[in-house]
DNA sequence: GCGACAG
DNA sequence: ATCTTGTCGC
């Protein structure tokens, strides 16, 4: 229903149809990381969703949020969810197949589209350049951005004390792959990356704008907040 | 071999 | 991610 079902066709090749070992994970986030697009869209962002993933572990169930919000004043328009079987294990690096299929499905709830997405993890500040941000914005074809609350990948200088100074995170050739920014004067940094669809000077610019007072942005600390609710009712 | 390791 | 009370500070 969503103007796109394209890539995620040709992935299911990739995906093999059947649950994706652990094992073989890896070349495929190599292989698609080449299908990420660093170039934003000449159109101005006028909507931004925030997603993220409560886990009932007893249940083996993952809920997701999502709030969608008018950008740059970050009015909620609408916020929707799911629930869905846990059928990956958390390993750090492959987050994207535990994760992603969660949100593409809730994405699907969405009356309107969004001009972006911020994701809660790394785009491609990824040891293979394809962190759950990439994932779920390579698979959706739409323009995402992570914002994590934790480096995962790469090298960086501590940023300034004042809201707003970044630094560059490199990776291992030396290559820009993210930046750490303040969002608030004196607090521990985030880490933002492109995801897809987007550069690293607009990731910034939005991760800043929507980081109001507090050290998350809104659309993930939102949505954060949203799947600690429904978490508790739809698990125990 | 050793340490690190998003959510 | 999740398990959890009080507590330091603006």
């Known amino acids: 229903m969503h103007h796109k079902d394209g890539l995620i066709k ?6 093999s149809a059947k649950p994706t070992p652990v094992r073989g994970a890896s070349r495929i986030q190599k292989e698609l990381s080449r299908r990420v697009l660093q170039t934003p869209d000449p159109k101005r962002i006028h909507t931004i969703a925030g997603a993220d993933i409560a886990i009932c572990v007893k249940e083996k169930k993952l809920v997701c ?28 690096g492959l987050l994207g197949f535990r994760e992603a299929p969660c949100i593409i499905k809730t994405f699907g709830k969405l009356r309107e589209c969004c001009d972006m997405i911020m994701i809660d993890g790394h785009g491609l500040a990824h040891p293979r350049g394809f962190g ?105």
Not at 10 to 15: F, N, S, T
Not at 182 to 187: E, K, Q
């Open 65 to 92: 949020g999502m709030i969608l919000f008018s950008y740059p004043e970050l009015e909620e328009i609408e916020r929707v969810w799911t629930v869905s079987d846990e059928a990956f294990p958390y390993v750090p």
């Open 132 to 236: 759950l941000a990439c994932h779920v914005g390579v698979l959706l074809d739409i323009p995402a951005m992570g914002v994590a609350k934790k480096c995962l990948y790469g090298t960086f200088s501590e940023p300034g004390f004042n809201r707003g100074e970044r630094t560059l995170i490199r990776g291992k050739d030396g290559e820009v792959v993210g930046a750490a920014l303040r969002t608030r004067d004196g607090v521990k940094p985030v880490f933002v990356s492109i995801g897809n669809r987007t550069d690293l000077d607009t990731s910034v610019a939005i991760a800043l704008e929507c980081s109001r007072g507090l050290r998350i942005p809104e659309p993930t600390r939102l949505a954060d907040k949203y799947v600690g609710l429904l978490k508790k009712d739809v698990c125990g």
């Open 10 to 15: 040709d992935l299911e090749i990739l995906y």
